[in-house]
């Protein structure tokens, strides 16, 4: 997938087709406005055809990031209950604020939400296990996504490139892979890595990294 631009960015896969679109619009709009979380702001994921699939929005202080809702469909859909909500586990938000010298490594939490359920306020009542965890660290897009159960069912890993036959190079960590275990769906671990990429900026300079699964 390569990162082009501050506005969106497009995603390809190891064959170099173009496999999701993303618009960014907190940047385009006040940032007043996006730290209120409103329907006005958001990051919207799209397939190669320019589908909306789901619609990420920051919450609380969109200057920290630390959590997220995402929703089926585009901007303009009725989104009011999340589909899941990705946050850092509070570990690392004392990490963050030096409250602590010991970075937890686990980078995030996902929630996923049922038929009746009430994610967010499960969550604020402690009531729920996380469906998902980030462990590992994506800065050096090192880190494993696994479900309830323990089970590594996605990794980011950066990309090597083969220099020759006997000798192998590994590339920036600008280059990375995403790969997602068969059963699946691609484009809801696509929505964790974007939302990574903005709990744990390096730079706004490109991006690139192939996707497979």
């Given at each position: 997938m390569s990162f082009q631009g501050t506005d969106g960015f497009t995603v390809f896969d190891k064959q170099?087709?173009?496999?999701?679109?993303?618009?960014?619009?907190?940047?385009r709009k006040n940032r007043?406005?996006?730290?209120?979380?409103?329907?006005?702001?958001?990051?919207?994921?799209?397939?190669?055809?320019?589908?909306?699939?789901?619609?990420?929005?920051?919450?609380?202080?969109?200057?920290?990031?630390y959590e997220w809702n995402g929703y089926n469909g585009g901007e303009d859909d009725d989104g009011s209950t999340p589909l899941f909500v990705m946050r850092r586990p509070p570990s690392s938000l004392f990490a963050m604020m030096g409250a602590s010298m010991t970075t937890s490594s686990c980078?995030?939490?996902?929630?996923?939400?049922?038929?009746?359920?009430?994610?967010?306020?499960?969550?604020?009542?402690?009531?729920?296990?996380?469906?998902?965890?980030?462990?590992?660290?994506?800065?050096?897009?090192?880190?494993?996504?696994t479900n309830s159960d323990g089970h590594i069912v996605a990794n980011i890993s950066r990309k090597v490139a083969n220099a020759t036959t006997h000798t192998t190079i590994l590339i920036s960590d600008d280059v990375f892979s995403l790969v997602v275990q068969p059963?699946?769906?691609?484009?809801?671990?696509?929505?964790?890595?974007?939302?990574l990429d903005r709990m744990y900026p390096n730079s706004y300079t490109p991006l690139i990294c192939s996707k497979c699964n």
């Open positions: 170099g087709r173009l496999v999701f679109r993303v618009d960014n619009y907190t940047r007043a406005i996006a730290s209120r979380g409103s329907r006005s702001s958001g990051l919207v994921l799209m397939d190669a055809q320019g589908k909306p699939l789901l619609t990420l929005r920051p919450q609380m202080n969109a200057q920290l990031q980078q995030a939490q996902v929630f996923v939400a049922g038929e009746n359920d009430n994610i967010v306020m499960d969550m604020k009542k402690r009531q729920r296990r996380p469906n998902y965890r980030v462990e590992g660290s994506f800065r050096r897009r090192n880190c494993n996504i059963g699946f769906e691609p484009h809801i671990f696509m929505a964790f890595v974007i939302i």
